[in-house]
């Protein structure tokens, strides 16, 4: 089974214990690029792994100019521009559980031309657009990147994820959540019944 199909027969059981699963595991190192210093993880990386979580068509984005800006360069009596954009993004996410989720953040590019002031807008709105997401998207857990905000974190380096998957807290949260629905179940019975008796 390819990558790919393996995705597909994941989407077609996407139970929320999964979902969490899969949320809380650790940051494969190999996802994890470096770049004058700092760790992050790719945006193509990022979406594929948010279809991978939440499903096709289950999570979107809104995106908002706040502002743009656009200035006249010159390098070796060579003019060019530069444009800055700065962009309010947030990202929608429908969980296996049925609820609702939402994270807001601002995302910002930046991109430098010496051949069209046109394509440093463009270049710089995806910076932006992208940027954006991977913040929102990291309110999600590991998967997304949250755990290179750990400075002392191994998977900076290559080694396993130590914010990563730990069986037992997995099955310390299951049996949380486990209890807060029987609680709410038994709750609502309990008032159907007050309801019920003309109260």
């Given at each position: ?12 059981d996407l ?49 908002e100019i ?52 046109i394509e ?80």
């Amino acid at each position: 089974m390819n990558k790919q199909s393996e995705v597909i027969a994941a989407q077609l059981d996407l139970s929320p214990a999964i979902q969490t699963r899969k949320l809380v595991k650790g940051l494969d190192p190999s996802m994890v690029s470096k770049k004058q210093g700092f760790s992050y993880i790719e945006g193509c990386q990022a979406i594929a792994s948010a279809n991978e979580i939440f499903g096709f068509g289950k999570w979107s984005t809104f995106l908002e100019i706040i502002k743009v800006n656009t200035i006249s360069v010159d390098k070796a009596g060579k003019q060019g521009w530069k444009t800055g954009i700065v962009m309010k993004v947030r990202v929608d996410v429908c969980m296996a559980n049925k609820s609702y989720s939402s994270h807001e953040d601002v995302g910002l590019g930046f991109a430098t031309s010496y051949k069209d002031e046109i394509e440093t807008y463009d270049s710089a709105y995806k910076e932006a657009k992208t940027d954006g997401i991977k913040r929102c998207l990291r309110h999600y857990g590991n998967q997304f990147g949250n755990s290179l905000y750990f400075k002392g974190n191994p998977v900076h380096d290559g080694n396993p994820d130590s914010e990563g998957w730990d069986e037992e807290r997995f099955m310390r949260l299951e049996k949380e959540l486990t209890e807060a629905s029987d609680k709410k179940s038994a709750f609502e019975s309990r008032l159907d019944i007050i309801n019920n008796c003309g109260g």
